[in-house]
């Protein structure tokens, strides 16, 4: 339930960030950076580029101009959660295509990106999501535990430890109550 509950989350995260997009943002992505893969410069025309999140979504960062860029799927795949500036100095795929001072020189380009459009640094939730995403976000989180609890113990799951309600198995019942009564009648 733990794995679920995360994507679940993620899932919530990514709708709330999507609401401070950059309208049409693949397109000034395009004009700035061209479509090359930021990182072994593969061109969109021989692979098609993905946006990369140079902030990853889980620490804040939206698909905002600045923050994303140009990438073929596999080195999207590859770097994952690692530092942009250290996927390239150390993807042996980028060292396949890339010199070292090209790595350089490409590091100041996108480096220059990030600043001219103010994502030098490192963006937070916080200041990211509104007052109210942020409450909608703890709730869900509230709800998502309550719910992998009270399904835990109406199976019969006996770990108490990690429950963290009271009656898990009444409250789940009642959530589903809930729930149904404001389901609409499919007839």
């Known amino acids: 339930m733990g794995i679920g509950r995360g994507r679940f989350r993620k899932a919530l995260r990514a709708v709330l960030l999507s609401q401070h997009a950059t309208p049409n943002v ?3 992505v395009r004009q700035e950076l061209g479509w090359n893969c930021v990182y072994c410069g593969v061109s969109g025309e021989v692979e098609r580029l993905q946006l990369d999140h140079l902030w990853p ?3 804040g960062g939206c698909v905002v101009i600045g923050n994303v860029v140009p990438a073929c799927p596999t080195c999207n795949s590859d770097r994952r959660e690692t530092p942009w ?3 390239l100095r150390s993807s042996e795929r980028v060292r ?3 010199d070292a001072e090209q790595v350089e020189r490409q590091i100041d380009t996108i480096t220059d990106y990030m600043n001219r459009h103010d994502q030098a640094r490192q963006p937070d939730l916080h200041h ?3 007052p109210e995403e942020r409450a909608l976000l703890a709730d869900f989180d509230l709800l998502l535990s ?3 609890d009270g399904a835990l113990a109406r199976t019969g799951y006996k770990k108490k430890s990690s429950v ?3 009656e898990p198995c009444q409250m789940f019942n009642e959530l589903v109550s809930v729930a149904k009564s404001f389901q609409k ?3």
């Open 164 to 166: 963290k309600f009271n």
């Open 185 to 187: 009648d499919s007839s």
């Open 57 to 59: 979504e889980a620490e």
């Open 146 to 148: 309550a719910i992998s």
């Open 128 to 130: 990211v999501l509104s």
């Open 96 to 98: 396949n295509r890339r």
């Open 26 to 28: 693949e397109s000034l």
């Open 85 to 87: 500036q250290h996927f």
